[in-house]
Nanobody, 124 residues
């Protein structure tokens, strides 16, 4: 079973940038489609970005053009580059993975493996 661990969160001013990383251990990362989700206080966990086994990417409308998801299978790592951050991007960010993604890529229930999350706080 895969274990996922996020890093790179922190406090940043609006307009700034952060890069999150998610390191996988266990089965090879290349076996998994990967995604980033986020959860703000009092809100549901929501989809942010997705990258499949063939490096095809998808984004939530709210982050399109500002965030970039990428993967380096040789390093067992998935990244989320976040630029032009806004106050409303403040949340705990989670990486998720699954070898099959049974369901829609933007549905959190399609993923069986999750990291513990990393806090991103954007000050206005």
């Amino acid at each position: 079973q895969a274990q996922l661990r996020e890093a790179g969160g922190g406090l940043v001013q609006a307009g700034g940038s952060l890069r999150l990383s998610c390191v996988a251990s266990g089965p090879p990362l290349s076996n998994y489609a990967m995604a980033w989700f986020r959860q703000a206080p009092g809100k549901e966990r929501e989809f942010v970005a997705y990258v499949d086994w063939g490096f095809i990417t998808r984004y939530a409308d709210s982050v399109k053009g500002r965030f970039t998801i990428s993967r380096e299978n040789a390093k067992e790592t998935v990244y989320l580059q976040m630029n032009s951050l806004k106050f409303e991007d403040t949340a705990v960010y989670f990486c998720a993975g699954d070898p099959k993604v049974r369901g829609y890529y933007y549905d959190k229930n399609a993923y069986n493996y999750w990291g513990q999350g990393t806090q991103v706080t954007v000050s206005s």
